[in-house]
């Protein structure tokens, strides 16, 4: 059983500060990951993705990934009131499917 | 560009009824995955079809069938529904297999 771990939340961090979101995955084999957000009542958008160890930067966005230790994680820089929202992290299984966290809802105070 | 398109939005069905949803992907994609989310839970895998061809069946019961047509646009078809079945079906695309996938609006299906 393919699984996706992430902690429900709510995570709660002032605007302006960093938010840092985490994910474990079960299947070793999995080679690509990413981060969706989802804004209540609505379907997930695409943030970021990541294939590489490392760090990957887009905009105020950066996703980590460590393979070896089965992590991968998201930071917010600068974060938003407009940020709030729940991040699903996806992870590529078995059929090239996505293998989907259960969420970590983000407040960010004003 | 359009993005991925789902119809309907809302539904509102009986037990027992049967439902088809439509998908249409982001132009000259050719994978399109569809997804059950109920709330408070990350989107569950149902099926995937690249170039027609199911390519992947995710943990649901045969009530549950989908196709994909010659221009990829897709349906997803649940028969004798159940309470349970309530929930906001997601279609997603992509160019090709294992790389970023795109999601539509969704379906709000709601069995009373």
């Known amino acids: 059983q393919k699984e996706v771990e992430q902690n429900s939340g709510p995570l709660s961090v002032p605007e302006g500060a960093i938010a840092s979101l985490n994910c474990t995955y079960s299947d070793r084999g999995s080679q690509s990951f990413f981060w969706y957000r989802q804004y209540s009542g609505k379907s997930p958008e695409l943030i970021m993705f990541?294939?590489?160890?490392g760090d990957k930067e887009d905009g105020r966005f950066t996703a980590q990934l460590n393979k070896a230790s089965q992590y991968v994680s998201l930071l917010i820089r600068d974060s938003q009131p407009s940020d709030s929202a729940t991040y699903l992290c996806?992870?590529?299984?078995?059929?090239?499917?996505?293998?989907f966290g259960k969420g970590t809802m983000l407040l960010v105070s004003p | 560009d359009a993005g991925v398109t789902q119809s309907p939005t809302h539904l509102i069905k009986t037990r027992g009824q049967h439902v088809t949803l439509r998908c249409s992907p982001i132009?000259?994609?050719?994978?399109v995955s569809w997804y059950q989310q109920v709330l408070g839970q990350g989107p569950q895998f149902i099926f995937q079809y690249y170039e027609k061809e199911e390519r992947g069946r995710g943990n649901f019961p045969d009530r549950f069938s989908a196709r994909q047509f010659p221009n990829y646009s897709s349906e997803l078809n649940v028969n004798a529904l159940l309470l349970g079945d309530s929930a906001l079906y997601l279609c997603a695309s992509s160019f090709e297999l294992g790389i970023e996938a795109f999601f539509g609006q969704g379906t709000r299906l709601t069995v009373v």
């Open positions: 990541i294939y590489s160890n």
């Open positions: 996806a992870v590529n299984s078995g059929y090239s499917t996505l293998t």
């Open positions: 132009s000259g994609h050719k994978s």
